[in-house]
Nanobody
Framework: HVQLVESGGGSVQAGGSLRLSCAAS????????MGWFRQAPGKEREGVAT????????YYADSVKGRFTISRDNAKNELYLEMTGLKSEDTATYFC?????????????????????????WGQGTQVTVS
């Protein structure tokens, strides 16, 4: 597995921006698909965005399309989520996740919603609060 550590969360007013980062360490050559999930209190964890490490193909949940951008820096083993136009409904704990399977990102890029169970490696989460 790979170890993941998120950073960059915080409190922001509606309409504001935040950039989340996820630093990967350990067996970083083992993962092909990375993603951001979020979980609000009392709600299920949901996939926000995914990116194929080898090629950059992406998935975005409909609720964040046009506002969030996922990217990665393979040389630094880092994953990012640029969030703009934040809304109160974006308030949640955001998690970075990694999967060794290429299929996960292949199918999510075609529109299949990524599921938490597909990702064996997780960070501890970072809180984003939009007021």
């Amino acid at each position: 597995h790979v170890q993941l550590v998120e950073s960059g969360g915080g409190s922001v007013q509606a309409g504001g921006s935040l950039r989340l980062s996820c630093a990967a360490s350990g067996n970083t050559g083992s993962y092909n698909c990375m993603g951001w999930f979020r979980q609000a209190p009392g709600k299920e964890r949901e996939g926000v965005a995914t990116i194929y490490v080898g090629g950059g193909s992406t998935y975005y949940a409909d609720s964040v399309k046009g506002r969030f951008t996922i990217s990665r820096d393979n040389a630094k083993n880092e994953l990012y989520l640029e969030m703009t136009g934040l809304k109160s409904e974006d308030t949640a704990t955001y998690f970075c996740a990694a999967d060794s399977s290429r299929a996960t990102c292949f199918y999510s890029a075609k529109g299949t919603r990524p599921q938490p169970g597909q990702f064996p490696s997780w960070g501890q989460g970072t809180q984003v609060t939009v007021s």
